[in-house]
């Protein structure tokens, strides 16, 4: 199974920070990478396909990179709403994993 | 507007059977793969497994953790998809949620999600 870790776990941040999440793969899954946002009590909403394909209607503040094993999720500055938990998810191969996630919390 | 909506979550006896929906409207059904992804309380997601569009035999894949115990199926007439849960154990207590999947080139994405049903297994 493929594995995922994500950087960091809880983050700590104010509105208008620049935000990076790591997420690293066991083994290389090219590009087949999502991004998910979710807050409390809510299902998950998908932000970037693709490693770096943002979804429809995702404020443009939200970007995605990376190939291989290691990606990142960027926020450039960051607004009240966008306080939640992120998570990777591979689609590289079955069984489909998610990292474990990162919480964004207010400073 | 795509819309999910779960139901059948409960509480339910340990080693008992639950049987989970997910009524979808606003796309046309029969043409999208769909997934269970389930939360346990205070948790991260976990990927339960997926049903497989008609042109793919309705095939399904599952996660190790719930191989065996668990079975999707759909009915495309009723824009259904279903989670029939067995042998339940306390740690596949979670709230379950289905998921749409958008092809993007030889991918699915779940770019559509229900609210979820809590399941929660008593011993």
């Known amino acids: 199974d493929i594995q995922l870790t994500q950087s960091p776990s809880f983050l700590s941040a104010s509105v208008g920070d620049r935000v990076t999440i790591t997420c690293r793969a066991s083994q290389g899954i090219s590009s087949y990478l999502a991004w998910f946002q979710q807050k409390p009590g809510k299902a998950p909403n998908l932000l970037i396909y693709?490693?770096?394909t943002l979804q429809s209607g995702v404020p443009s503040r939200f970007s995605g990179s990376g190939s291989g094993t290691e990606f990142t999720l960027t926020i450039s500055s960051l607004q009240p709403e966008d306080f939640a938990a992120y998570y990777c998810q591979q689609l590289n191969s079955y069984p489909i994993t998610f990292g474990p996630g990162t919480k964004v919390d207010i400073k | 507007e795509v819309q999910l909506v779960e139901s059948g979550g409960g509480l339910v006896q340990l080693g008992g059977s639950l049987r989970l929906s997910c009524v979808a409207s606003?796309?046309?059904?029969?043409?999208?793969?769909m997934d269970w992804v389930r939360q346990a309380p205070g948790k991260g997601l976990e990927w339960v497994g997926r049903s497989r569009d008609r042109a793919h035999s309705y095939s399904t894949e599952y996660a190790a953790s719930v191989s065996g115990r668990f079975t999707i199926s759909r009915d495309d007439s009723k824009n259904s998809l279903y989670l029939q849960l067995n042998s339940l154990k306390t740690e596949d207590t979670a709230v379950y949620y289905c998921?749409?999947?958008?092809?993007?080139?030889?991918?699915?994405?779940?770019?559509?999600w229900g609210q979820g049903t809590l399941v929660t297994v008593s011993s």
């Open positions: 998921a749409r999947m958008r092809r993007i080139g030889s991918r699915y994405y779940a770019d559509s």
């Open positions: 693709a490693a770096s």
């Open positions: 606003g796309f046309t059904f029969s043409d999208h793969y």
